[in-house]
């Protein structure tokens, strides 16, 4: 336990105040002080390192599974309502929360000479259920549409896991061009999903 207690300052003291967040601060715009995602990205750094000690959740791959089943993230959602965040911005928390998870690694290339296939990286993470309800991903007129506002904190969930779990400046340097890439897909797309993968796919790196 004393391993996990030092481990867990260690991501928080440079998630906040250490050289990752510096590396990290240019990749995307600050959330604004009233918006969910910081206390999000606390409480996720707390639950990442309890889940890696955790044979059950790490055993069968769903941490998600492990957290709803232990109640640690209806716990977060009361405590959030508790401090006064409001019942909408701490179900927001708790569904960004899923997504740092889910997006864990996301920059890593499938094999380790190769480079990271971000169009089908983004394909794969929109169809996780807990990116794809975060992004507000819905069905209209045979088309599947994606929320403005939710690109942005999708964006800003992407370079949080990279800044925790990496502070190797070329790695975050490559992150920030893995999001310079989606922001221009997203300006290209029309807030389509299809067409934000395609427009990946037109511009490979």
């Given at each position: 336990?004393?391993?996990?207690?030092?481990?867990?300052?260690?991501?928080?003291?440079?998630?906040?105040?250490?050289?990752?967040?510096?590396?990290?601060?240019?990749?995307?715009?600050?959330?604004?002080?009233?918006?969910?995602?910081?206390?999000?990205?606390?409480?996720?750094?707390?639950?990442?390192?309890?889940?890696?000690?955790?044979?059950?959740?790490?055993?069968?791959?769903?941490?998600?599974?492990?957290?709803?089943?232990?109640f640690l993230?209806?716990?977060?959602?009361?405590?959030?309502?508790?401090?006064?965040?409001?019942?909408?911005?701490?179900?927001?928390?708790?569904?960004?929360?899923?997504?740092?998870?889910?997006?864990?690694?996301?920059?890593?290339?499938?094999?380790?000479?190769?480079?990271?296939?971000?169009?089908?990286?983004?394909?794969?993470?929109?169809?996780?259920?807990?990116?794809?309800?975060?992004?507000?991903?819905?069905?209209?007129?045979?088309?599947?549409?994606?929320?403005?506002?939710?690109?942005?904190?999708?964006?800003?969930?992407?370079?949080?896991?990279?800044?925790?779990?990496?502070?190797?400046?070329?790695?975050?340097?490559?992150?920030?061009?893995?999001?310079?890439?989606?922001?221009?897909?997203?300006?290209?797309?029309?807030?389509?999903?299809?067409?934000?993968?395609?427009?990946?796919?037109a511009d490979?790196?």
């Amino acid at each position: 336990m004393p391993e996990l207690a030092r481990a867990i300052r260690a991501d928080l003291e440079e998630l906040l105040t250490g050289d990752r967040r510096i590396a990290a601060s240019g990749l995307v715009p600050p959330a604004a002080g009233s918006s969910p995602l910081l206390p999000a990205a606390l409480a996720w750094v707390l639950l990442r390192r309890l889940a890696d000690g955790a044979p059950e959740a790490t055993g069968d791959g769903d941490v998600g599974r492990w957290l709803d089943g232990w109640f640690l993230l209806s716990n977060l959602r009361h405590s959030l309502v508790a401090i006064g965040l409001g019942a909408a911005a701490s179900e927001r928390a708790v569904a960004a929360v899923r997504t740092l998870d889910a997006c864990r690694g996301w920059w890593r290339a499938d094999e380790a000479e190769e480079p990271l296939d971000l169009e089908e990286r983004m394909g794969d993470l929109l169809a996780e259920p807990a990116v794809a309800a975060f992004l507000g991903i819905n069905r209209y007129d045979e088309v599947e549409w994606f929320v403005a506002e939710a690109w942005d904190e999708l964006q800003l969930c992407l370079a949080v896991v990279a800044a925790v779990e990496t502070d190797d400046p070329d790695v975050l340097a490559e992150v920030g061009r893995h999001l310079d890439r989606l922001e221009l897909a997203r300006q290209a797309s029309g807030y389509q999903v299809d067409a934000l993968i395609a427009a990946l796919a037109a511009d490979p790196e």
